[in-house]
């Protein structure tokens, strides 16, 4: 049996997480890919020189995590599988582990082994002048969907693991990479950013905790909270007053790009191969 380790990535339509799905692919992992809507999907364009291996699959699929936990009931979600040799298919998938199953055969067996929570969603006013439906979406993107996307990704990994007991032994470990800000810390304040701040201190807190739940299952839980990410959406999306603040409060060594985020990515993952 030839067991191959997939990557699941959410936000992977732009920015970062389009960066973490380019890396990872690149360094032979198979990936699925979420956006928020068909048509985002629809921009993701795997190449062949992101290809390592003629074994690895690619599939994206919509998920609108504002539509928490809504999104959770679904019985199908529109994706689209990627080829080497054709033009690309478009899919309805039953369930986040459908592909899996699917690419498993011929004494190859996929399995999700890496979960990126990278999808989130930024405010753009003052705390008073945020709205009950603001705050809800960005609630729902960046601590609860996160939270029910380890959870299934947990009990998927905890079932390969029964189901394989020796794929886990010299591989690398399963893991969880939640992407927080360097605004979930008390030191950098910007007004304009309260609720989103909160919501990253939020999904920080939690995967410390849940780390702690994890080790008997040797499955690793971890953050990154990276500073000001150059060129992504979501620092455009601000406004001119709070892009100036936040430049100003984060110190130039704290800025990184989309590229050195999904590089951290990587090493983070890989390095889990150290670990007995």
């Not at 990479?177 to 701040?197: A, D, R």
């Not at 299952?217 to 892009?243: A, F």
Request: one cysteine or more; charged letters at 20%; a positive charge.
């Amino acid at each position: 049996m030839h067991f191959l380790p997939v990557a699941m990535v959410t936000g992977s339509t732009r920015g970062i997480g389009k960066a973490i799905s380019q890396k990872l692919s690149q360094e032979g992992l198979s990936c699925i890919m979420l956006g928020s809507t068909k048509e985002t999907i629809k921009r993701i364009d795997i190449r062949k020189d992101q290809l390592a291996s003629s074994h690895q699959r690619y599939c994206a699929m919509a998920i609108d995590f504002r539509k928490w936990p809504h999104w959770t009931g679904c019985e199908l979600y529109d994706g689209i599988e990627y080829f080497q040799d054709r033009p690309p298919l478009e899919q309805r998938y039953s369930s986040l582990f459908e592909p899996c199953d699917k690419w498993s055969s011929n004494g190859y067996f996929y399995y999700v082994n890496l979960l990126v929570n990278c999808a989130g969603l930024t405010q753009e006013s003052l705390s008073v002048r945020t709205t009950s439906s603001q705050i809800q979406e960005i609630m729902n993107v960046n601590f609860m969907s996160p939270v029910t996307m380890t959870n299934l990704c947990v009990k998927n990994m905890m079932k390969s693991q029964r189901k394989f007991p020796e794929l886990f032994v010299k591989s690398t470990r399963p893991t969880i990479i939640n992407l927080s800000s360097i605004l979930q810390s008390g030191e950098v304040k910007v007004p304009g950013t309260s609720v989103y701040s909160a919501s990253k201190a939020a999904l920080s807190r939690y995967t410390e905790v849940l780390a702690r739940e994890m080790e008997p299952r040797k499955i690793r839980c971890l953050t990154i909270s990276p500073g000001l990410v150059k060129g992504t959406d979501m620092i455009r999306n601000l406004s001119v007053t709070s892009q100036e603040e936040l430049t100003s409060a984060i110190d130039t060594k704290y800025v990184t790009t989309p590229a050195e985020v999904a590089q951290q990515v990587w090493s983070l993952y890989n390095e889990s191969k150290l670990y007995e």
